[in-house]
Each structure stands twice: as C-alpha cells, then as structure tokens.
C-alpha cells in the first residue's frame, strides 16, 4: 500500500490505531505521528512498537508548524486530540491539506458539520468512533462520512481502518449511542476486571494474585466471546443449576445491573450529545 497517513496528536486512541496499523504490516516510513510535547515525542517511539523508529514524529511544543507539515501531501489524517482542541488544530493545518486529503477525526462530539466548517467547505471528512483494543487489531470503529467523501475516499477509510478492528457505517446521529457502547465500553470491561480484583483482596488474595486471576478472567472472556458472540450462551455454559455461579449472578441482577448498565451508558450518551451542542459552530 502506498498510501501515507498522519496521526495528528497521537495519545491513548490515535496510539492505538498507529500501533494496531504497524502491526498489520502497514510501512512505517508511509507514517506521520503529531504530539504536543517534545517528551512525549520521545516516549511514542517505543509506544508504537515495531516500526515506531521508522515513523516521522513531530512535536507541536518543539514547532509550530508540526501539525502543518505533518500533514502536507498525506492521503488521510487522523485527528485525536481532545474533543475542545479538535477545531482549532484542524483550521490551523487546513491549508496544508492537499484537496484530496481526507480527514478523519476520532473525537467524541465534534459535530460533522464543524470538521467540515473547519478543514474547508469541499474538504472530505469523516467522523469515527473507534476503541482502543485497535492496538491489538480488535477495535470497533463506526464511521460517518461528510457529504463531500466520495466513495474511493470511503474505500480508503474503510481500508485503513479496518486494518485494525471491525469497520460499521453509522449514521451520524447514532454516534452518541456508538460511543455509549463501543467506545467507551472497554472502560466497563476493565472496571469489571478492577473491581473483581479488589473483591478478590477481600476474600483473601494479595493485590497483585487477585489482579491476575481477575485480569486473566476477563480476557479468557473476551477472547471466548471473540471466537463465539453470543454472551448469553457463553453465561449459560459457566452457569450449572444449582452451582455457584447462579449465586453470583442472582446477586449481580438483585443488586439491578441491569439497571444500572443502562443508566450508566444512557449519561455516556448523554455526555456525547451535550458536547456535539457545545461545538457545533
Ligand atoms: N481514549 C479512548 O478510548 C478514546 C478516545 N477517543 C477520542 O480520541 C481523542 C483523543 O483522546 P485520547 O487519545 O484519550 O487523549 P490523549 O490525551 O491520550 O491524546 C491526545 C494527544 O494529543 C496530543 N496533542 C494535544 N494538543 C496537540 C496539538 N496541538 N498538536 C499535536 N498534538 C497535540 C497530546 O500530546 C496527546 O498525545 C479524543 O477526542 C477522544 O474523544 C475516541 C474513542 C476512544
Ligand atoms: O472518555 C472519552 O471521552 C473518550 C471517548 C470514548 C472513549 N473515551
């Protein structure tokens, strides 16, 4: 693939996504990675993994023109700072962008419309929510597309990104449910590892035995529910009648997860909705 790509503000997500891209064989040198300071600049080599001292690496703090040059004569840039600095850094770089570029920012609620407004009337861009198990090729990532993308720049969107997990088109009003569930859900999974770690400490493990058991469990899961997505079949099997198991769940539903499940995804969504009416513009 010849295509050359630039992460512009390559943290937590952006990371994720370069990472899981180089591990699909994707050329380095094809591979433009922004950050804001000179130090965090030297710790994404190794953060990128293999291939990561091949990638060219620009620090906003060290010039001010990283961004611009980072993404003058790419195919696509990745936008992944933080939702309130989205705009800004996108109209800063915008007329370094090639006519073709296609942008593509991962923020949670940065309207379409804005991305638009500021990377140019007739620039292609697209809005995505993507998660982090990218890293390891397992993301999740929904795409909308701003009404200037032609269909060789989704095939270039889809091409890339389904480099490092499963690629859904969305509707852009779906985006705040997206970020509820697939976004933001390897949270949940890793608080559910937390907090049945510390349970663990309580019925009597040391901290680092109860975090293994815990931390090994949920990813023996997960992995179950790779090979089969069917989590109620998968609960079922773990669950005899009359064992343990049914007690622990008895309690959890008692105790209303349910509930709580949709309460606590339905404020995710919430927050996402309440942010794209603070950056329309
Ligand atoms: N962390 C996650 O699981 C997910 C995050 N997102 C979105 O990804 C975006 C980034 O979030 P995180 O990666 O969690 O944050 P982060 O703080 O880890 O990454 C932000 C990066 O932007 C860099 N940066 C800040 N200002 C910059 C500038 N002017 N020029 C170049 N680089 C700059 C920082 O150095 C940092 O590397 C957010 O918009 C968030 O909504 C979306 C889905 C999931
Ligand atoms: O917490 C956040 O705002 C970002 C968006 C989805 C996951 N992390």
Redesign the pocket.
């Known amino acids: 693939m010849t295509t050359q790509v630039a992460f ?8 994720a996504i370069a990472s899981g891209l180089l591990a699909s064989g994707f050329d380095p040198e094809k591979v433009r990675a ?4 000179a130090a ?1 600049a030297e710790k994404l080599v190794d953060k990128l993994g293999d291939g990561g001292e091949k990638v060219k690496i620009f620090s ?1 703090e060290s010039s001010a023109t ?2 611009r040059d980072a993404v003058s004569g790419v195919d696509a840039v990745l936008v ?4 309130y ?2 705009l800004e ?1 996108v109209r800063d770089f915008a007329d370094s962008l090639d006519s073709q570029t296609l942008v593509i920012s ?3 609620g940065v309207p379409l419309d804005s991305l638009q407004k500021a990377a140019g009337e007739n620039q292609p861009v697209i809005r995505c ?4 198990p990218s890293r390891v090729g397992k993301g999740v990532l929904a795409i909308s597309s701003g009404s200037t993308v032609t269909e060789e720049q989704k095939e270039l969107a889809e091409s890339l990104l389904s480099a490092v997990g499963e690629v859904v088109q969305v509707e852009e009003e779906q985006m705040d449910a997206v970020t509820a569930v697939s ?1 933001s859900g ?1 949270a949940y999974a890793f608080l559910l590892a937390e907090t049945m770690a510390k349970a663990g400490v309580e019925l009597g493990f040391d901290r680092e035995t109860a975090t293994k058991l815990a931390a090994a469990t949920v990813a023996g899961a997960g992995a179950l529910l790779d090979s089969d997505p069917n989590p109620e079949d998968l609960r079922k099997a773990v669950t005899s009648p009359g064992g343990t198991t049914e007690q622990a769940i008895k309690t959890y539903q008692e105790g209303g997860l349910e509930e709580l499940t949709l309460k606590a995804m339905r404020a995710c969504a919430e927050k996402s909705a309440q942010m794209s009416k603070e950056y329309a513009e």
């Open positions: 512009v503000g390559t943290g937590s997500m952006n990371g922004t950050v804001r300071s965090s906003a990283a961004n992944g700072v933080k939702p600095d989205v850094v991962v923020a949670a929510m993507p998660n982090t976004g390897p």
